[in-house]
Structure formats: C-alpha cells, structure tokens
C-alpha cells in the first residue's frame, strides 16, 4: 500500500534520518511542537521496551531489532501524525512515510558535535566516515520513493530554525491520497 493510498490518514508519517550528531532529536523535536505531531525517537522506544538484541560493546549501542521496532510501531504509524527520529532508515517499510528528511551536516561541525558526546575512536571515524560518503542519503534514496526524499542541511540552528519552518509548510499544504 502506497503512503496513504488507502488508509485514513489525515496527517502525514514522516522520517527524520541522519548521522548522529545532524540534528535530528532537535528537528523532530521542534517540528512536533509546531505541526501538533508525534514525535518517536526510535533510540529511546528501543531502550525503553527492550526492542534490541543486546549491547555492541565497540559501538557502545543496543542493537536494534528491527522486526520488534516495526511490529511496535505499526498500529501508530497507520494512525498519521508521526515524526520519527532515527539513524537508520532501510528497515521501515516504504508505506509509513510521506516524507524521508535527511540531515546532512559539514564534517567539521559534525566532528566538534561528535567530540563534544564522547565519540572516539572507531565510532568517531564510523559517523565522520558515514557522513563523508553519504551513506544515509543513499540508503533512502534507495529505500523510498526519490520525490519523499528530501536532504536538508543542517549546519547550525539557523539552519534547523529554516528546515522546521520549511517542513511545517510542507505538511500545511499536504493532503491524503486517495
């Protein structure tokens, strides 16, 4: 079923991806408080509900399980209304989404955010690396439809200030399929 199509949706599903540090909790988080959506960040829910399979002692993150994460979401994401925050995007099904947002960020200011966490080692380089060669674009481009794709940068809050007016504009003037 395409986004939508025949679903009764009366908000849109949409994904804020990104390599951590872009933004994305910020984003989600004001974009939520200004179009009256739901705000998930996938990372919490995980930790919270136990939808992981372990913790990745190098990484120093849960791993995820995938299968659990969207058999937990799936009746809200059919309801509309959603932000979802979140790292990662292949594993959602294509059907949630009206819009996939990812956030790209300069390596430089990625690299201070980063630091500023704690990153080092492997999983400094990994983000940096990840960022570099747009993994994240290219994973969503090749997960969802191009036109839903959108990559915004988001280099400082001015940015992010622009991309929340820019996303709120978007999801005033969106309407179901039907």
């Known amino acids: 079923m395409a986004p939508g199509s025949s679903s009764s949706r009366k ?14 909790t910020t984003t989600s988080s004001l974009l939520s408080d200004a179009a009256e959506l739901r705000q998930i960040n996938i990372g919490d829910i995980v930790k919270e509900k136990n939808l992981h399979d372990g913790w990745d002692d190098e990484l120093e993150c849960h791993i995820i399980n995938e299968d659990l994460v969207c058999d ?4 809200i994401m059919e309801q509309g209304g959603n932000i979802v925050d979140y790292h990662g995007c292949d594993f959602f099904p294509e059907r949630w989404f009206h819009r996939v947002v990812v956030l790209q960020t300069d390596n430089s200011v990625l690299y201070d ?8 080692g492997s999983k400094l380089t990994n983000n940096i690396e990840c960022e570099i060669f747009q993994v ?16 915004l940068v988001s280099n400082c809050v001015d940015d992010i200030s ?3 007016t820019t996303l709120s504009d978007w999801i005033r003037s969106w309407h179901p399929t039907s």
């Open 11 to 24: 908000k849109p599903n949409i994904l804020v991806t990104g390599t951590p540090g872009t933004g994305k």
């Open 72 to 75: 937990e979401l799936e009746d």
């Open 113 to 120: 955010r980063l630091s500023s966490r704690g990153y080092m």
């Open 136 to 151: 994240l674009l290219e994973e969503a481009r090749s997960s969802y439809p191009e036109d839903i794709v959108v990559p």
């Open 162 to 164: 622009k991309n929340v």
